[in-house]
């Protein structure tokens, strides 16, 4: 399998094509989807001019790693990551080698489940201006990227590319699931998946520790199958989808070091970028350190 090499998008005669802001997800029938992770990369919703070699490779392998660690707690999706496994109409396109995933189709759920251990990103930001995150009540005090006492459930739509995310109350996030499945089903999912979240989160930060890696948040995605059972899809504690800092430096009361897209985040913020499309272009020693940084998270991990 070649590594280096970059993919902005892909048109393959696999299928109807659907395309997310770094997926693209090709309908193969028989309840079976292709799901290819490109190298495209994302920031406030919106989809960057630049691609970051690689970078759907490594956040393919890391999934598939997250997907098999984590199998114990909750099922998912995944089919094989085995490219000599996929179909044969598949395989005819080598370059989907190490960047594809063939999952179930099912009915995603269409909020992100965000769980937090500490104190980052928007729930900062939220916080220093009513001491909440999300509708939950922190206590006075807390400095940026402190621990939080407890681990917290904070649930979000899913936006479409160029739209914002936005985040929801318990309470909101239970209605959410109560228009999307029906009324009972949709309650006694959403406590589940809060439930699953967490410990989902709270395994995957206690093996980071021991890579010296803390997991300060982690944004989860979920389907319901023909039975109406909660499914992990889509990526798994990635540098997209996840903020992971180095133990050895950790400090609150300070923005961390990271191994994730927060580099990127941080860059936009800096040259002041107003989060619309379209999205200014990144200079070539941003994509060359992002692309370090999601490389180092992956051998660490």
Wanted: charged share 30%; aromatic share 10%; with cysteine.
């Amino acid at each position: 399998m070649s590594w280096i090499g970059t993919i902005r998008e892909t048109n393959f005669e696999l299928g109807a094509l659907s395309r997310g802001k770094v997926r693209d997800n090709y309908d193969l029938g028989n309840g079976e989807l292709l799901m290819v992770a490109t190298d495209r990369i994302s920031a406030s919703d919106v989809i960057l001019p630049n691609a970051i070699p690689s970078k759907g490779k490594i956040l393919t392998m890391l999934t598939v790693f997250w997907l098999g660690y984590l199998r114990d707690i909750v099922r998912n999706h995944l089919i094989t990551s085995d490219f000599e496994q996929f179909p044969e109409v598949c395989r005819k396109y080598p370059s989907l080698e190490g960047r594809s995933l063939l999952v179930k189709k099912l009915k995603p759920l269409q909020v992100e489940l965000i769980v937090r251990g500490y104190l980052s990103g928007s729930g900062w930001k939220e916080y220093q201006k009513n001491q909440s995150v999300c509708g939950i009540k922190l206590p006075d005090g807390l400095k940026e990227s402190d621990r939080l006492p407890e681990v917290i459930f904070t649930p979000s739509t899913k936006a479409e590319a160029g739209e914002h995310d936005i985040n929801l109350s318990f309470e909101e996030y239970v209605k959410v699931l109560e228009n999307r499945l029906g009324s009972n089903l949709g309650k006694r999912v959403a406590f589940l998946l809060r439930t699953i979240s967490v410990q989902l989160y709270i395994k995957a930060a206690e093996y980071a520790l021991t890579r010296r890696i803390i997991i300060a948040d982690t944004k989860l995605e979920f389907a319901v199958d023909e039975n109406d059972n909660p499914v992990l899809i889509d990526e798994v504690l990635t540098p997209d989808s996840s903020r992971f800092w180095p133990k050895d430096e950790y400090e609150p009361g300070r923005p961390q070091k990271s191994f994730d897209k927060q580099f990127v985040r941080d860059y936009l913020e800096r040259i002041g970028w107003d989060k619309k499309p379209p999205a200014p272009e990144l200079p070539e020693y941003i994509v060359e350190e992002t692309q370090k940084k999601y490389g180092e998270i992956l051998k660490l991990i």
